[in-house]
């Protein structure tokens, strides 16, 4: 079976976020002071062959904590849906 992953990625909360920061700060100049706390992460899609919904979770967790996150200064959290 296929699988489409949706994996969202963002900085540790404990982290400073300099491209949020950034991005908040220039909300100001633009009109939109109201809007702050900005952080900024990725957003991952693919595609995963497995037996079951469970083994394409394991799948995609072993991808995130192997090389599409760095789990020191980010954390991600995914959904999982069949094709």
Do not use: W, Y
């Not at 909300?27 to 002071?33: D, E, Q, R, S, W």
Request: glycine share 4%; hydrophobic share 45%.
């Amino acid at each position: 079976m296929t699988f489409t992953a949706e994996i969202d990625i963002m900085p540790q909360k404990a982290l400073l976020d300099p491209q949020g920061k950034a991005v908040s700060s220039s909300m100001t100049n633009i009109g939109l002071a109201e809007i702050s706390g900005v952080r900024i992460g990725k957003h991952i899609s693919l595609q995963v062959e497995a037996a079951s919904e469970e083994a394409a979770k394991a799948k995609v967790e072993e991808a995130c904590k192997k090389l599409l996150a760095n789990q020191i200064t980010e954390s991600f959290e995914f959904v999982i849906a069949q094709n």
